[in-house]
């Protein structure tokens, strides 16, 4: 059968994507605008979006397995209930979610209260779902590297409790693996919650430090208050959405996003290979 991936011109979408068509699934995604995309042949491409019921019916005629990941927007929420309702209508009963870790927990930043609004509906509806909580994505980073590197400041407020950041390959493979066992699955599989998290509990220091040596020379943490944090976010995104940054920012310093116990081994273990480390990100940005 066919699985349906949304979000799939994103950082963790377009790799899901990939995974699944090295593993020879059968690939459909739902993109805003195909002329922007550079999908495998193999790949069915349907025009739309997550609040376009006409799309979302053609998406998900045949299907039988959904790859839900939709981004932070002010409409996130009745993005998730419109595309799960519908999902249902159509008779798809195989569900996996992008969620984010301590989302049962976070319940004052808005983007973490509406993964779990969507966690609760898909247990209700009856979905066979795997819920994947990812902590924060090591590729975050990508976007203050020039501010570590020309500046020698690692800018975000991280904290000193700790946060297990994961590689983006490690929660698309760790979701293909998921969606294939589901989607191959003779009957629906009872449902589970799959914490997705990196080797190594980094604080902002620990952060910096690591910089440092794979630089060759000092980098400092920027600290825990996140107003700087903010201000920067609303140069180039709605400052709602940067304000939101922030309260999770505050949420990292005051709590961390630490794993539970055996979160590590069961991912190696489903992965069959160590997990990719915040160090072989920064050395590779280190060697350009």
């Known amino acids: 059968m066919t699985i349906l991936v949304t979000g799939a011109t994103g950082r963790v979408g377009s790799q899901v994507v990939q995974q699944l068509v090295q593993r020879g699934a059968a690939v459909r995604v739902l993109v805003r605008d195909p002329s922007k995309t550079a999908f495998p042949a193999s790949v069915e491409v349907v025009q739309g979006d997550l609040l376009d019921l006409d799309a979302l019916r053609a998406a998900f005629e045949g299907v039988n397995t959904l790859f839900l990941l939709n981004a932070v927007a002010g409409d996130e929420f009745t993005q998730a209930l419109i595309t799960l309702n519908m999902a249902r209508t159509c008779g798809v009963e195989r569900v996996v979610y992008l969620s984010v870790l301590h989302s049962d927990r976070f319940a004052n930043v808005p983007h973490f209260a509406v993964k779990l609004g ?41 904290g000193g409790t700790g946060i297990a950041m994961i590689d983006v390959r490690d929660i698309a493979e760790v979701a293909a693996i998921e969606l294939i066992r ?72 005051s709590d961390g996003l630490l794993p539970e116990a055996g979160d590590q081994e069961r991912l190696t273990t489903l992965l069959g290979r160590p997990l990719h480390t915040y160090r072989e990100f920064a050395s590779a940005i280190a060697a350009q």
């Open 182 to 253: 589901r989607d191959q699955a003779p009957g629906k599989l009872p449902n589970q919650i799959i914490n997705l998290v990196g080797p190594d509990t980094l604080t902002g220091s620990a952060l910096a430090a690591i910089w440092t040596e794979v630089l060759g020379r000092p980098v400092v943490y920027g600290g825990d208050d996140p107003s700087g944090f903010e201000q920067n976010l609303a140069t180039f995104m709605p400052k709602w959405m940067a304000y939101e940054m922030r309260l999770m920012a505050e949420r990292f310093v």
């Open 118 to 158: 969507a966690e609760r509906m898909i247990e209700q509806m009856g979905f066979s779902a795997t819920i994947l909580r990812p902590a924060y994505f090591i590729d975050n980073d990508h976007m203050v590297k020039d501010v570590i590197v020309n500046h020698g400041v690692y800018p975000m407020p991280i």
